[in-house]
């Protein structure tokens, strides 16, 4: 390609099977506001605008998160999204939560949708081949593009075995310089796109230390990137999360070169019309769930969100439900990311199965004081590395029933400078009596005593629900920098 040409590149990161309308958090000034945005209908019509002004000059991809995070989603692994995702024309795909049903179930899910699914990264552990191709070579015009696929490299390092049954992620900075080698010397390519599910931090670093990548998108951190980054020669992009915003971009490229580009970080408005077509699919695929999960179960006097790092109202309301059913004197879940908010009024049984759509048993487990320590410092940890590839979480580990006092910017293992239980010091070798949710709350290799009750998540708020109408499950003061 020897002349000008453009192409408008759009990106869905993190939609977490969110099909409908739901709400959404936006800062103003000093607030927190909340209004409605998304939906599969909407973001349709948006792209169809697109490619009415646009033409063939058009690519889509999505990062990921996309086929897990909703009741309907993790009820059909993930199938029930396929008829939705395989009606927008996505171009390919990267990976993280698809793989909690499994490697072989998500390969099946795979092999349904009609984009491929890329990743340079996960490697059968017995044959050490792929498990999905690395790139591929779409031509626009008179351009050539490669699209290369990096999945999240924390599924067989800090979730559940199950995850990741018979592969092995590597973080792809290895295999990635020899896929851009064979993109621009084999086939030739103009532009090179990386759809990555590492996180922006991740992405940031990665590209500084490998050339050769035009645009990266990028995912799993849930950031509004309002304008790219410039990383280098790389530009990269990220769209929030929930489907609530679209990223696009318009490229203006010269010999195989961008030399100049408009960025638009897109607000999925409940305002705009929905695409006949696209709510039709999804009426469809949500009939067998919706009677149940439009049931009201309760009343929250908080906007319940997830959305602030050391501590969320949201994880609150889940901890305290936890505590309540349990009887334990601390409660531990993971640092989930998604979970889109719910604003005072009225509970849905939906809001809950979105808040922990896996809906697990809580389990008891006890704890010395050392141990506590150690899960909070390795927590921390993966949450605030100085090396972005050893942040591996999402926020911090949640908690209630203890206070941490910390210095973020100290280094490993050292940032914890007090914990109190209720009002008492903590005492390092006194045992605790601890309840949690999926083995992020509490790792194995923490505690013993450990053992399932028999009343899950999402049955425990419910209780919580009935008992506390309406709730509050304001901010504590868990986590207390100083």
Known sequence: MNNKTSLTVIQINDSHAYLDLHQEMFWQGDQAVYRQVGGYARIATRIKEIREEKGDHVLLCDNGDTLNGTYPAVKTQGGVMVPVVNALGIDAMSSHWEFAYGPSEYKKRASELNFPVLAINVFDKKTNDLIFPPYIVKEIGDLKVGLIG??????????????????????????????????????HVDLIILISHLGFPQDMKLMS??????????????????????QGDTLIMQSGCHGSFLGRIDLEITNGKITSYEHQLIEIESSIIPDPAMIEIIERVRAPFKNKLDTIVGETATALNR????????????LQS?????????????????????????VTLNDLYNMIPMDPPIGRVELTGKELIRMLEENLERTFASDPY?????????????????????????????????????????????????????????????????????????AYLKKNNPMSAELLGTYVPV
Request: hydrophobic share 35%; proline share 5%; with cysteine.
């Open 322 to 346: 936890i505590l309540d059913a349990s009887g334990a004197e601390l409660a531990f879940s993971n640092g989930w990311r998604y979970g889109a908010p719910v604003i005072p009024g009225p």
């Open 150 to 187: 990096i999945a999240s490299n924390i599924v067989d390092k800090t979730m559940p075995p199950s995850f990741s049954e018979g592969v092995r992620f590597t973080l792809g900075k290895d295999e990635l310089p020899s896929v851009i080698k064979q993109l621009r010397t084999e086939e």
């Open 307 to 318: 959305y602030t790092m050391l501590e969320s109202t949201m994880d609150n309301f889940l």
């Open 390 to 462: 050893e942040q591996m979480g999402g926020y911090i580990k949640r908690g209630l029933g203890l206070t941490v006092y910390l210095k973020i910017e100290n280094p490993v293992g050292q940032r914890i400078q007090e914990v109190f239980i209720g009002n008492e010091p903590l005492e390092l070798n006194r045992t605790y009596h601890a309840a949690f949710v999926t083995e992020q709350g509490v790792s194995k290799k923490y505690g013993r005593e450990r053992s399932e009750m028999n009343i899950h998540a999402v049955e425990a708020m419910q």
């Open 209 to 230: 230390q490998v050339q050769g990548v035009d645009l990266c998108l990028s995912g799993h951190t849930h950031n509004r990137i309002v304008q790219p980054i410039n």
